[in-house]
């Protein structure tokens, strides 16, 4: 059974940064892309940024500069530093393992930006 489960999040002020991390069980790196997507309300669920099982990452032109997604394959464990966080970056963040045919989310964690 595949689980994600994610924590880091919380309250910052604009400017401020923040570290997401997302533990998996059930399920290996090395198969498949890992990734960080966020929802506000009224909105829908955006790709942040992702990395491929070979380690080429994506970053969303919004957070270009200012997120990094990176992980540990011997823990399982997926990264998201956030830096210099905006107002717009409030969301609720979820992580995703997805390779072909399977597609696993956790049940998020909620960033809040504000002063």
């Known amino acids: 059974q595949v689980q994600l489960v994610e924590s880091g999040g919380g309250l910052v002020q604009p400017g401020g940064s923040l570290r997401l991390s997302c533990v998996a069980s059930?399920?290996?790196?090395?198969?498949?892309?890992q990734g960080w997507y966020r929802q506000s309300p009224g909105k829908e669920r955006e790709l942040v940024a992702d990395?491929?099982?070979?380690?080429?990452?994506y970053h969303a032109d919004s957070v270009k500069g200012r997120f990094t997604v990176s992980r540990n394959i011997d823990t399982n464990t997926l990264y998201l530093q956030m830096n210099s966080l905006k107002f717009e970056d409030t969301a609720l963040y979820y992580c995703?393992?997805?390779?072909?045919?399977?597609?696993?989310w956790g049940q998020g964690t909620q960033v809040t930006v504000s002063s």
């Open positions: 990395i491929t099982a070979g380690g080429t990452t």
């Open positions: 059930g399920i290996t790196f090395n198969m498949n892309i």
């Open positions: 995703n393992v997805r390779y072909p045919g399977a597609n696993y």
